[in-house]
Antibody, heavy 117, light 110 residues
Framework: EVQLVESGGGLVQPGGSLRLSCAGS????????VHWVRQASGKGLEWLSY????????GYADSVKGRFTISRDNAQNSLYLQMNNLRAEDTAVYYC??????????WGQGTLVTVSS | QSALTQPRSVSGSPGQSVTISCTGT?????????VSWYQHHPGKAPKLMIH???ERPSGVPDRFSGSKSGTTASLTISGLQAEDEANYYC??????????FGGGTELTVL
């Protein structure tokens, strides 16, 4: 069974940093593109970032470019999102998702990030 | 990277059909056949319903169908059922390894 499990969320002050992790299982993690997507309370889904299997292709939404960094460790079947200079508007549930057909076919349950003083 | 435009809400009675539109630009919806649709029940993980404009993943009922014309994609749900009530999001590849979601549509089954 394909599973993605996010971790690392929590409360952080504005300007602070947080590193999210996503553990994949039930599939060959190293063969798949993966994404980060978030949803603020009462808002829609927002695509954040993408990384290819070998990390040679990476993309970011303008809203996080320069502040967030995506990475992966295929040996650990893990995806990461380093988030720096966090703002109140970054408060959201953060999902990781596997990419198949240039779409997100499996999603984790999400981890909540709250940016507040 | 502006969000794709979806109606905020649609509704229909059980057994009826509804269509949700998703309007973008020539840089996203109009430029690629990589449009996908997601069903999202609050508190749960989003579920992929359509990929590549009109392809259904295994396990998705054939009541769900997708199409595209120019810069507008559409999701049609026929034979509405109570369990279809959810939020629906479109998503499109937007070039240069970026994607963009629509603002979401709340479907109410009357």
């Amino acid at each position: 069974e394909v599973q993605l499990v996010e971790s690392g969320g929590g409360l952080v002050q504005p300007g602070g940093s947080l590193r999210l992790s996503c553990a994949g299982s039930g599939f060959t993690f190293s063969r798949y593109n993966v994404h980060w997507v978030r949803q603020a309370s009462g808002k829609g889904l927002e695509w954040l970032s993408y990384i290819s299997p070998s990390s040679d292709l990476i993309g970011y939404a303008d809203s996080v470019k320069g502040r967030f960094t995506i990475s992966r460790d295929n040996a650990q079947n893990s995806l990461y999102l380093q988030m720096n200079n966090l703002r109140a508007e970054d408060t959201a549930v953060y999902y990781c998702a596997r990419d198949q057909y240039w779409a997100c076919d499996y999603w984790g349950q999400g981890t909540l990030v709250t940016v507040s003083s | 990277q502006s969000a794709l435009t979806q109606p905020r809400s649609v509704s229909g009675s059980p057994g009826q059909s509804v269509t949700i539109s998703c309007t973008g630009t020539s840089s996203d919806v109009g430029g690629y056949n990589y449009v996908s649709w997601y069903q999202h029940h609050p508190g749960k993980a989003p579920k992929l319903m359509i990929h590549d404009v009109n392809e259904r993943p295994s396990g998705v009922p054939d009541r769900f169908s997708g199409s595209k014309s120019g810069t507008t994609a559409s999701l049609t749900i026929s034979g509405l059922q109570a369990e279809d009530e959810a939020n629906y999001y479109c998503c499109s590849y937007a070039g240069s390894t970026t994607w963009v979601f629509g603002g979401g549509t709340e479907l109410t089954v009357l």
